[in-house]
Every structure is written in structure tokens, then in C-alpha cells.
């Protein structure tokens, strides 16, 4: 009926929350075991988050890791935790994190893409202001990635927009590689994707690192299974990413 279409998505908003307290009541009783759900950004979700997922279930059988990796945006993150959906979001800190609370474990650095003929794939090295005479493949005006590009070329004193805007990094590239422009991309997204028949060029004045951390609610009390993740991740020492450019 109308009635129940309308009821349904709150009904199983409800439902969803009961089992969420059902999964704290038995952490509470056994902290050993529970259920914890991340949000994560593509350039850990494929790299370091499933490995840290692994070595959890290892160490701890009776933890369930849930992991929601469709986040291509800071902002979807920060939104989930607020509402409750996750007990932990893995990205970086933003001015929209009000509220929220971040543990760095690590940095990775902007590089910039090019294709092999253009005019800097001969450098290794390049300044902001000679990347910003070429069009530019721009990640979403929300992902923190593009704040920190738009802050690197007003540091310059150049306001540079993007010729054309994507969310997912391997749309990117592959306009790179189509010779639609250029794009200054993570180093840990650069691992993971294929960039063959591209260039990857370091980048300064300035050189710009990206936090990478957990963010949480402090004002959300956490299960013991969600403390005990936490904290595994903090004896575990850096984020493993991999070389970083020199």
C-alpha cells in the first residue's frame, strides 16, 4: 500500500539500529567479539584497509569487519557518522569535520599525470604554476583532494578551474591518457591503478602531503569491538603506503 511504502524506509532505519545495539550488547558482554563498520576512501579502500581487515579477523575471530567502499568523497563520510550508519570513517580531515575527531596515521603526496608527450613528461620535477598552463582533469569540487589542489594554485597566486570534473580517480586517468588534459592525483590512488603510457611527476613550491587517519564521533559511546580495532590500528605502527616520492 501507499502507507507501507512510506513506513518501510523508517521501519528498516529501526530495524537496522536494533541490530546495531544487539551487536553492543554482546560486545559488552564478550568484548572479544562485535561488529564494526568503516567508510572508506578509494585509496585505502583497495590497498591498506583490506589487509587491516584480514589481520583483525585473524587476531580477533569473533570481530566482524564491515566495510561500505563506495565513499569517493570526504563529505559522504563525515555525513555517515554523523547520522550512525558507521563507527569509523578512513580518509582525511576537513574545514566540514566540525564535531569530529581524527587520528593521522600516515601522509601521502600529490603528483602530477601527464600524458608522454606532453611538454613536462621529459621533467621529473614541476612546479604548480608550470602544471597550471595545461587543462586540468579536476577530482570533484567535495573530495578533499580538490581543496587541496585549489589551495596549492591560489598559494600561487593562480586560480586554476578544472576543465572537466570527475569523482572516481580512474576516470581521471583514463582522460589523461585520452590527452584531455592533465591531473595531480594521490600517490596512494597511483599505486593502484594503471597508469602505463602515462607520466607521474613530482610536484612543489609547495609540496603538498594529505592526512590520512580514522575519523570518529566522541560524542558516540563505541563498542568494545570498535575501541579494540582502534587501537590494534594504533599499535600497528604508519600506514604501510608504500614509496612516496623523494
Given at each position: 500500500t501507499t502507507t507501507g511504502r512510506e513506513l518501510l524506509p523508517e521501519l528498516q532505519r529501526i530495524l537496522a539500529n536494533l541490530e546495531v545495539v544487539i551487536e553492543d550488547v554482546r560486545g559488552a558482554a564478550s568484548p572479544r567479539g562485535g561488529t564494526v563498520t568503516l567508510a572508506c576512501i578509494p585509496s585505502l579502500s583497495n590497498t591498506w584497509i583490506p589487509s587491516l581487515i584480514a589481520r583483525v579477523e585473524q587476531a580477533y575471530p569473533r570481530i566482524k569487519v564491515i566495510l561500505k567502499d563506495a565513499m569517493t568523497e570526504n563529505r559522504s563520510i563525515h555525513e555517515m557518522l554523523r547520522t550512525g550508519d558507521i563507527?569509523?570513517?578512513?580518509g582525511s580531515p576537513s574545514v566540514e569535520q566540525d564535531g569530529l575527531e581524527f587520528d593521522l596515521l600516515a601522509h601521502d603526496e600529490l603528483v602530477a599525470v601527464v600524458p608522454q608527450d606532453h611538454p613536462l613528461a621529459r621533467r621529473t620535477l614541476v612546479r604548480w604554476s608550470e602544471l597550471a598552463?595545461?587543462?586540468?582533469?579536476?577530482?570533484?569540487?567535495?573530495?578533499?583532494?580538490?581543496?587541496?589542489?585549489?589551495?596549492?594554485?591560489?598559494?600561487?597566486?593562480?586560480?586554476?578551474?578544472?576543465?572537466?570534473?570527475?569523482?572516481?580517480?580512474?576516470?581521471?586517468?583514463?582522460?589523461?591518457?585520452?590527452?584531455?588534459?592533465?591531473?595531480?592525483?594521490?600517490?596512494?590512488?597511483?599505486?593502484?591503478?594503471n597508469v602505463a603510457g602515462l607520466k607521474v611527476l613530482r610536484l612543489h613550491a609547495p609540496r603538498v602531503r594529505r592526512p590520512l587517519g580514522f575519523l570518529h564521533l566522541p560524542t558516540r559511546s563505541l563498542s568494545p569491538a570498535a575501541r579494540l580495532l582502534l587501537r590494534f590500528v594504533k599499535d600497528a605502527g604508519p600506514i604501510p603506503l608504500g614509496k612516496q616520492p623523494e
Open positions: 563507527d569509523y570513517g578512513v598552463e595545461s587543462p586540468l582533469i579536476g577530482m570533484s569540487y567535495q573530495s578533499h583532494v580538490r581543496m587541496l589542489v585549489d589551495e596549492a594554485f591560489a598559494a600561487n597566486g593562480i586560480s586554476k578551474r578544472p576543465k572537466r570534473e570527475v569523482s572516481l580517480i580512474t576516470t581521471a586517468i583514463g582522460m589523461v591518457r585520452a590527452g584531455l588534459g592533465v591531473s595531480v592525483l594521490p600517490t596512494t590512488a597511483i599505486e593502484v591503478c
